[in-house]
T-cell receptor, first 114, second 114 residues
């Protein structure tokens, strides 16, 4: 089946640091999505990417849709404590799945440095 | 503008009982999706429905699971004769009619089978 490899699995952040995470796939996607999930809640959409090469920002977040359509990265600049949570990438489309059949990565867990 | 509403938030069932999970999509959204999430995992697609129609059920287990989205009322995910392995968080998402529009998720129903 389709799989997304998301890395890193976890990372510790100190306030003010920049953070970077990425997703790769063996399949191409029409759309890449980045979600954040806080404990006990559902995923919240952060950024949607629709075109290969597209670079999109949402406040301190920046994401890119890879040229090959098989990868995407998410950067968070000047992190703050409320950035803590689990970030998921998701791919949509082209592999034969319906529009609602998103393939999710396993998540990158952001925690505060002790 | 209310988001995707799911209830109950928590559901405890004994093995062999039935579980019924409800989802009301965002206003104006006619596409509903159900996903399952195990601890420390990403979300896995189960089923995609439009009003009165199942569009894609490729992620649904073949037995005991069913879903509907009637003309009136919420979408229902029904699990008959639950087993311990059904314990998970079940998330509903919705989208408007535009193809490849991003999915917006509810806060989920946490099912525990004892």
């Amino acid at each position: 089946g389709q799989q997304l490899n998301q890395s890193p699995q976890s990372m510790f952040i100190q306030e003010g640091e920049d953070v970077s995470m990425n997703c790769t796939s063996s399949s191409i996607f029409n759309t890449w999505l980045w979600y954040k999930q806080d404990p006990g809640e559902g995923p919240v959409l952060l950024i949607a990417l629709y075109k290969a090469g597209e670079l999109t920002s949402n406040g301190r977040l920046t994401a890119q849709f890879g040229i090959t359509r098989k990868d995407s990265f998410l950067n968070i600049s000047a992190s703050i404590p409320s950035d803590v949570g689990i970030y998921f990438c998701a791919g949509q489309g082209t592999y034969g799945g319906s529009q609602g059949n998103l393939i999710f990565g396993k998540g990158t867990k952001l925690s505060v440095k002790p | 503008n209310a988001g995707v509403m799911q209830n109950p938030r928590h559901l405890v069932r004994r093995r062999g009982q039935e579980a019924r999970l409800r989802c009301s999509p965002m206003k104006g959204h006619s596409h509903v999706y159900w996903y399952r999430q195990l601890p420390e995992e990403g979300l896995k697609f189960m089923v995609y429905l439009q009003k009165e129609n199942i569009i894609d059920e490729s992620g649904m287990p073949k037995e005991r699971f069913s879903a509907e989205f009637p003309k009136e009322g919420p979408s229902i995910l029904r699990i008959q004769q639950v087993v311990r392995g059904d314990s998970a968080a079940y998330f509903c998402a919705s989208s408007p009619t535009v193809k490849n529009s991003p999915l917006h998720f509810g806060n989920g129903t946490r099912l525990t089978v004892t």
